[in-house]
């Protein structure tokens, strides 16, 4: 007899004939063996949720291309994973058009990020000490009003991110791509470990709104593991967004919806804010790395800039040669970040209120002039440096998922609610997560946010502003123009580093995709002025040569979530990060 799991996943594939995969069975009942790898002639999908790459993979077998299989994959994993993304937050895309979609060959970006509402100002979360302010509902202070409750939500985009993707180059209908993410939310899922962690670090908060209690923590407790959480509410959102596109999320009944939970918790979003947002087309930043083009997020993003600004700095250096994770080439990684971070602390915010130098950053001459700065074989001080001069060189909790069909086309998208579970807020009726990404702007100069980043005036509150992110979708070319890797993670501002590191060992160190994705990761983001490195990953003989370096170590939890797809002999192969719970898809 088959199981229910079994049954739930078979009623969403629908027309596919439907087994219990090796990977489906392995990630249902947690066992460590699960399948973190897949290959396939035809195309591949890479998520943070067996589930959601299956979901893409389905579009694909339909005849679906690239877009309609990672718009497919978007939806279902808002659903699988509400602690990282959702309607209710939003991202970034690169579609590389291989010249088989419609319009013309070459990468666009979609800028669907969420914005400042109208009525935000640039003070809005400091009182007049300059001390965050808290946030209190119906009596509960919840705490830091940037991150908790109504006042952290921008205006969400993930919905006109997706419906404008379909629109442009989309082969398959709205309703056969949404059908996934609709039966998914509909008849449920196996309730996973990481969930249930997710929302017991956020319970007290989840707990204060009843929508969100209802939701996350039936019985005063967060749901069983392995029992099927359903949410009704959101699968009848996703029917009518289905059904009438994108005017039923920002003009429809699911606007209204939204309008009535901003009023109850008297957060700032308006009609006006949700009837005037629209999907920005900047143009994508783009570099090379010892023969590869590197193509990445523009601003308001800084992991694009700051991947190939990194780099630039290591080009110069033989990493091949030093190892993998040795010292030395550990070392030459933080002295790059440091900068690097150093530059976006300073330089990075909206290029539509602040004048960014993206150029000045990416540049290989701006690179050359940084080079004195980095000492081989000692540690900088970053109290000591502050950001360089890229002007005069002008000419944690988050989802990635990767997209590959047999044409060639290609998607790499980064999608998030900021924090875990971002401001903890279910649009009651709705079934669905409201982002707190407010925080993600500075709340002064010099102030920390909740990932301990640095801001400044390029990245100060303002209205209809989108605020800065660390988000890097990146899509490497080989020499003859051809997509040769497709990569991207979650994290915060480890969001960059994870992805330069997968690609330098993937370039440099000439790894295989698995273990250039398994390979245990560092991170530096100039201040706090320490290497953060995964708890017992590194020897502690590595560690020790770090330290007479000069370097301070800090041992903490894991950098990132790779999601990560690579062209090898014609095949696709597909490799989700050991870090999460995702597994990829092949066809």
Not at 461 to 478: C, E, H, N, W, Y
Request: aromatic content about 8%; some cysteine.
């Amino acid at each position: 007899m088959k199981s229910l799991i079994t049954i739930l996943f078979c009623s969403f594939l629908m027309t596919v004939s439907c087994v219990t995969t090796p990977e489906y069975s392995q990630y249902a009942s947690e066992n460590p063996d699960h399948v973190y790898e897949a290959t396939g002639k035809n195309g591949m999908v890479s998520a943070a949720h067996p589930l959601a790459s299956k979901a893409g993979v389905l579009m694909l077998k339909k005849g679906g291309n690239a877009v309609d299989a990672a718009i497919a994959t978007s939806f279902a994993i808002s659903v699988l994973r509400p602690q990282s993304t959702g309607l209710g937050g939003g991202g970034f895309s690169l579609v590389y058009n291989a010249g088989k979609l419609k319009s013309k060959k070459g990468t666009k970006v979609f800028d669907f990020r969420e914005r400042a509402p109208l009525l935000a100002k640039k003070k809005m979360y400091i009182n007049n000490k300059g001390e965050p302010i808290s946030f209190s509902y119906r009596g509960t202070d919840v705490g830091d009003a940037s991150v908790n409750g109504h006042l952290s939500v921008g205006v969400p985009g993930l919905v006109a991110g997706l419906l404008e993707m379909h629109r442009q180059y989309g082969s398959l209908p709205l309703k056969v791509v949404m059908q996934p993410a609709i039966d998914l939310a509909r008849n449920g899922f196996p309730v996973y470990s990481g969930f249930i962690s997710s929302i017991e670090s956020r319970e007290k908060l989840l707990s204060t709104f009843e929508s969100s209690k209802v939701l996350y923590l039936p019985n005063g407790k967060p749901p069983i593991k392995n029992t099927i959480f359903k949410n009704a509410d959101l699968a009848r959102t996703l029917e009518r967004i289905a059904q009438n596109g994108i005017d039923e999320f920002y003009k429809g009944k699911t606007a209204d919806l939204i309008i009535e939970e901003m009023e109850r918790g008297k957060g700032l979003i308006s009609k006006d804010d949700l009837l005037k947002y629209t999907v920005k087309f900047p143009k994508a930043v783009s570099g090379t790395y010892r023969g590869y083009k590197i193509v990445s997020m523009p601003p308001p993003s800084s992991g694009g800039v700051h991947i190939i600004e990194m780099l630039n700095l290591l080009e110069p250096y033989d990493l091949s040669s030093f190892g993998q994770n040795s010292p030395k080439s550990l070392h030459l990684l933080a002295e790059s970040m440091r900068i690097a971070f150093a530059d976006r602390a300073k330089y990075l915010g909206d290029p539509e209120f602040v004048k960014v130098p993206t150029s000045g950053l990416i540049s290989k001459k701006y690179a050359r002039s940084l080079a004195p700065q980095i000492n081989i074989k000692k540690a900088g001080n970053s109290n000591k440096m502050g950001p360089s001069k890229p002007f005069d060189y002008e000419s944690d909790s988050t989802t990635h998922l990767s997209v590959v069909d047999k044409w060639g086309n290609a998607v790499s998208s980064t999608q998030t609610v900021n924090y875990t579970f971002g401001s903890g807020v279910v649009v009651k009726g709705a079934g669905f997560i409201l982002n707190d990404e407010m925080d993600d702007f500075s709340k002064k100069p010099g102030f920390p946010n909740a990932y301990g980043l640095i801001g400044s005036e390029a990245n100060a509150i303002a209205a209809r502003k989108t605020m800065l992110s660390s988000m890097s979708p990146t899509i490497v070319f080989d020499s003859n123009e051809n997509v040769k890797l497709v990569v991207g993670s979650p994290g915060g501002p480890r969001i960059i580093t994870a992805t330069l590191q997968t690609i330098l060992n993937v370039i440099d160190f000439k790894m295989k995709l698995l273990p250039a994705v398994h390979a245990s990761r560092i991170h530096h983001q100039w201040k706090p002025d320490k290497i953060r490195v995964e708890k017992d990953e590194l020897p502690d003989e590595t560690l020790d040569e770090l330290r007479k370096m000069g370097h301070v170590i800090d041992e903490g939890s894991s950098i990132g979530d790779v999601q990560a797809i690579i062209k090898t002999g014609g095949i696709w192969r597909g490799v989700s990060d050991r870090r999460s719970s995702g597994s990829p898809a092949g066809y």
